[in-house]
């Protein structure tokens, strides 16, 4: 979900931006009005993210899964890349790397006796000794499965080994040291705007691509030498991005969207734990605070709760396809209240069934 106040603003804009008469997806990417927007727009992201000079913000084209082809096609350098395997994510994001690169890969989820999910703590990897990078994925949004401490390469390896991570489900969930990173990529949609954009991290040594085959707009060059404009960029993604940039600095930063995200966490998973109706199958350490997945004791309700999910005006609450069960999505646009609202759905819907 968008917040609602950039979609009050949106609606607003739509027929005449800025007083141009016109919308922003109806004017040049190159005039001025255009450029200021994404600038400020940059410096909104760097500034919610802290991120260090020697970092360039790259708008990419297209989704998070074309980074999945992109970070081996620029960062391999005819060696081994080592990749965590979490979940789905991780998993597509390897199958993609091994059309480029070999590929050293750890089997990083665990279930345990009780069928509780675990992932490896970050001394149980098995890694190479001089891969080209590492690649984790710090939250499966499928799984709801999140990595809270950040690996330090340094410590793994002996040496700077570029850590990259996809954070397309928990990008501006809460601060994170960006210095710690060679590269970070989310897709816009989950936690930032819409779909057709990707917001990309990287640190300037990274921007190396060797292989004259790489095509001009699968390169970080090309991002970084024309500040994103090397052709048309995703102008409606990128200008709602901007507004929710400014949304989350209005709202206070990422210091509270982390309490707040927290807060909205802990309590969904407390209704669920302590109604025995539901249950989350993953270990308290490594539940994710954006992406809450849960079971009914009794599948053979799963339709007839989203039934009457939908006409309570709760949407969206149908786990992936591949998984089944069900998994709300509280990303940061979601209120507090939205949460109170599900959590005495649930008390009410399993009160009424049993
Ligand atoms: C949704 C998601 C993706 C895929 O995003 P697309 O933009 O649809 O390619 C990749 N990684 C993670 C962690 C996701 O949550």
New binding site residues.
């Given amino acids: 979900m968008l917040p609602r106040d950039v979609m009050t603003e949106v609606q607003r804009d739509l027929l005449d931006w800025k007083g141009l008469r016109r919308s922003v997806m109806e004017i040049s990417h190159r005039s001025r009005p255009f450029m200021d927007m994404m600038q400020k727009a940059e410096a909104d992201f760097r500034d919610l993210l802290a991120i260090p000079d020697n970092y360039q913000v790259l708008f990419v084209h297209g989704?998070?899964?074309?980074q999945f082809a992109m970070i081996p096609m620029n960062l391999s350098k005819n060696g081994v890349a080592d990749y965590i395997d979490t979940g789905t994510?991780s998993h597509k994001a390897i199958k993609e790397a091994e059309k480029f690169t070999r590929v050293n890969v750890t089997q990083g989820l665990k279930i345990d006796e009780h069928g509780i999910n675990h992932l490896q703590s970050f001394s149980e990897w098995s890694l190479s000794e001089d891969p080209d990078y590492l690649f984790y994925?710090p939250?499966?949004?499928i799984a709801g499965l999140q990595y809270h401490l950040i690996p330090d390469t340094q410590e793994l390896y002996g040496k700077d080994v570029p850590l990259v991570a996809?954070m397309?489900?928990c990008i501006l969930s809460e601060p994170i040291d960006v210095s710690k990173f060679g590269i970070i990529f989310a897709?816009a949609?989950?936690n930032i705007g819409t779909?057709g954009l990707?917001m990309l991290i990287i640190r300037d040594d990274l921007i190396r691509t060797t292989d004259d085959k790489v095509p001009t707009l699968f390169r970080y060059q090309t991002y970084k030498d024309y500040h994103s404009l090397y052709n048309t960029p995703a102008v409606f993604p990128v200008y709602i991005s901007g507004l929710v940039f400014n949304w989350i600095k209005i709202s206070g930063g990422l210091d509270k969207m982390s309490e707040i995200n927290h807060r909205k966490a802990s309590k969904l998973y407390h209704a669920i734990d302590s109604n025995g109706f539901y249950h989350n199958p993953n270990a308290d350490s490594v539940r994710s605070i954006m992406n809450v997945p849960f079971l009914l004791e009794d599948e053979s309700k799963n339709e007839h709760f989203i039934q009457m999910a939908e006409s309570q005006g709760l949407f969206a609450l149908e786990g992936h396809r591949s998984v089944g069960g069900m998994r709300a999505s509280i990303y940061n646009a979601m209120p507090e209240s939205g949460i109170e609202k599900l959590i005495s759905f649930l008390e009410e819907y399993a009160l009424k069934i049993s």
């Fill in positions: 989704s998070a899964s074309h994510w994925t939250n499966e949004t996809d397309s489900s897709g949609q989950k779909s990707t």
